[in-house]
Every structure is written in structure tokens, then in C-alpha cells.
């Protein structure tokens, strides 16, 4: 079965910070990755996902994410944080041939100050 | 499109009774799940769909049914509550297996939050 793993619990950031969230994943198989993002009070929306391809992959509202094989990681970043990026993070993952199981991590609590 | 649709958005239960959270969406997608989300827990899977008639079991079953008789609906029940079902309850859904790129992307209701007493 798949695990996901986000060491930063809780992470306070100046606006204009440089972001990197950690994310690791536990699984022997080709797998897919998703970001969500949840704003404070609302659902969760999906930031960014890798099926296939360029490991790089681009987001919305400038985040983007490295899938490393190697190292089973999908680290999100973005260069310049907003006050309005204040969020929680998930980093999910399921199987490649067989989705019907999305796994989340813990989650990321971001806090920007102006 | 209304998306996916919960209610209701809050509630309260005593101990030992039982509810149901409704959940339903538009969009014609095979797949629906429950997650139960929890402080420093992240997002759960409770239990899953793959179409109409077919229900099984995610990561924290334990006291949940669901059932799916129609595409658009797939309701969760408690039937006896207990405090440690307290929680903010996400219905999702997705587009099914064997269709055209599809990577198992989930939309999400606006959430259900449970409070047990």
C-alpha cells in the first residue's frame, strides 16, 4: 500500500520567502502525484499533479513541483510567497494502474506575513 | 455545474445516535469516496465507490456504511455515534477507472462538520 509523507508540520514564511514543502512517498509501483491546496475555510482544490513526462511540472498561481524517482519525492516550491498563499498543503498519491485509492499526507500548514 | 454537493454543513449528534451525510455530484463520474479530515491527520479515506452498486472499504471503515444506488449519490452513515467520529467529512469524486487520461483527480464538497457529543 502507499504512504505519503510531509516532514514540515507548520511553516511561517515573510511574503517575498522562497517556499519548498516537502513531500515523500512510499510505494513500489509507477505512481501518480498530486498538491492540494485548502484556504482557510474551504475545500480542497487541486494545485498541481504529474502523471507523466517532464518531472518538473507547473501549477496554478506560480507553484510548481520535481518529481526525483530516485528519491521518491515531489517537493512543491515557489519563488515569491503571497499573504494570500496561507494555506494548508496535501501531498497525495495513488497508483498509476489502479487510482482508485488517493492517499494523503498530514498536510502543511503555511502562514504568510506580510 | 453545482460540482459536488454535501449537507449538511454542520451538525451535532449525541452519543449512539445515528445520521447520514449527504453527498452528490453532477458531473457524471463513476467514482465517489469519503474522507474524514482530522488536526494533524491529514485526510483519511473512509470508504469508496467505482460506480453504482459497488462500495469498498478505504483506510478508516470502522463504523461507516455507504451505499451507491445511483451514480450521483453516495451518502455515508453513521449509525451509532461516538466522539471520536468528530470530524470535518470531504465527499470527492472523480472520473472512473478506463477512462482517457484519467490520473484519479479528485473533486472536492465543501465539507460536512461533524460534532459528537
Known amino acids: 500500500a502507499q504512504s505519503v509523507s510531509q516532514h514540515n508540520h507548520h511553516v511561517i514564511l515573510s511574503e517575498a520567502a522562497s517556499l519548498e514543502l516537502g513531500c515523500n512517498y512510499s510505494?513500489?509501483?509507477?505512481?501518480?502525484l498530486f498538491w492540494y491546496v485548502q484556504y482557510p475555510g474551504q475545500h480542497l482544490q487541486l494545485l498541481l499533479k504529474?502523471?507523466?513526462?517532464?518531472?518538473l511540472v507547473k501549477g496554478i498561481k506560480g507553484f510548481e513541483a520535481e518529481f526525483i524517482k530516485s528519491k521518491f519525492s515531489f517537493n512543491l516550491r515557489k519563488p515569491s510567497v503571497q499573504w494570500s498563499d496561507t494555506a494548508e498543503y496535501f501531498c497525495?498519491?495513488?497508483?498509476?494502474?489502479?487510482?482508485?485509492?488517493?492517499?494523503f499526507g498530514t498536510g502543511t500548514r503555511l502562514q504568510v506575513f506580510p | 455545474n453545482a460540482g459536488v454537493t454535501q449537507t449538511p454543513k454542520f451538525q451535532v449528534l449525541k452519543t449512539g445516535q445515528s445520521m447520514t451525510l449527504q453527498c452528490a455530484q453532477d458531473?457524471?463520474?463513476?467514482?465517489m469516496s469519503w474522507y474524514r479530515q482530522d488536526p494533524g491527520m491529514g485526510l483519511r479515506l473512509i470508504h469508496y465507490?467505482?460506480?453504482?452498486?459497488?462500495?469498498d472499504q478505504g483506510e478508516v471503515p470502522n463504523g461507516y456504511n455507504v451505499s451507491r444506488s445511483t451514480t450521483e449519490d453516495f451518502p455515508l452513515r453513521l449509525l451509532s455515534a461516538a466522539p471520536s467520529q468528530t470530524s470535518v467529512y470531504f465527499c470527492?469524486?472523480?472520473?472512473?477507472?478506463?477512462?482517457?487520461?484519467?490520473?484519479?483527480?479528485?473533486?472536492f464538497g465543501e465539507g460536512s462538520r461533524l460534532t459528537v457529543l
Open positions: 470527492a469524486s472523480s472520473r472512473g477507472q478506463g477512462t482517457a487520461q484519467n490520473t484519479g483527480e479528485l473533486f
Open positions: 510505494y513500489g509501483g509507477t505512481v501518480n
Open positions: 504529474y502523471f507523466s513526462g517532464d518531472p
Open positions: 497525495a498519491v495513488n497508483a498509476f494502474y489502479n487510482t482508485d485509492k488517493l492517499i
Open positions: 458531473m457524471n463520474h463513476e467514482y
Open positions: 465507490s467505482v460506480g453504482a452498486g459497488i462500495t
